[in-house]
């Protein structure tokens, strides 16, 4: 029987490589949007597309038809609802701002975790999660400001993606115990893409160019968008699979990996590279969350039963 210590490496390893894949994706809804002129819309409603055709056939192999049908249908299309509208945020946010400053916005998402635990799962938050909190959010606000000199409302957009993202890990919570990983995914994938398909009517109308739908227009822009679908499948499969492995706060911490990755391909595909000042909000923001973590870790010990 493998021991828990070979289960934890297997886990992390697996979280590891998912933080490699994903920031792909972001940067290739960047290209895009960029140097093939796709609506970010365009590039989030074929990532859910794709994502849900490839869940699923991995699924009805596996377990058959039957098991497509979830227990709670309403609460995994809210969860794709959420990430859709998260997608539609970020992609159009990375069109604008260097990836690695978009990414490192988002990741003020664990410190609203903990906000909204405490407003919603009515979580207790002691004293020092709540400083670590305020830190967190100066660290944002450090990121933020030179993007919103130069971007405007835009640098707000993955602070949107962060919020929603936070409310769709509390549901995964919620629904979790009840449905497998595979088919919250898919119904992730489908409810994001509906609710891609909605924005695009009254954008259309609006004419708000981000939010339109457009055929690619060559061989790799078609390709480039199957891979957006096939890498999400394979990072949330690849963060499923951690989960199953290795406890949530030893792999939390390894999230931050994706900003490293944000850095890396920003500054070689696209020469971005953040400034002193935001390498400032990166490390503060970075250091908020890891501390969260090791406090839920911590917090975790001391109320969990030992078993012998």
Known sequence: MENTTSQQVRGVSAMAA????????????????????????????????????????IIVP????????????????????????????????????????????FFVEPLMLTVLSALILKEQVGWRRRVAVAIGFIGTLIVIQPSWELFGWVSLLPLGTAAVFAIYLILNRRYGTVDTPLVMQLYAGIGGTITVLIALIPAAFLGIQDMTFAMPGNAMSWFLLFMMGLIATIGHLLITHASRLAPASLLASFQYLEIVMAVLIGLL????????????????????????????????????????
């Open 18 to 57: 998912a933080m490699f894949f994903l920031p792909m994706m972001d940067a290739i809804a960047k290209w895009l949007s960029v140097f093939d002129s796709l609506p970010p819309a365009t590039a989030t409603l074929f990532r859910f597309v794709v994502q849900t055709i490839l869940t699923m056939m």
């Open 62 to 105: 596996m377990t058959g038809f039957k098991s497509l049908i979830p227990v709670k249908l309403w609460g995994n299309l809210f969860r794709g609802f959420l990430m859709g509208i998260g997608s539609l945020c970020f992609y159009a946010a990375v069109k604008y701002m260097p990836l690695a400053d978009a990414m490192a916005v």
């Open 269 to 308: 595909v696209f020469g971005d590279f953040p400034t002193p000042s935001k390498w400032v909000g990166i490390i503060i923001i970075v250091a908020s969350g890891a501390y969260l973590i090791w406090r839920e870790g911590k917090k975790r010990e001391t109320t969990e039963p030992a078993y012998n």
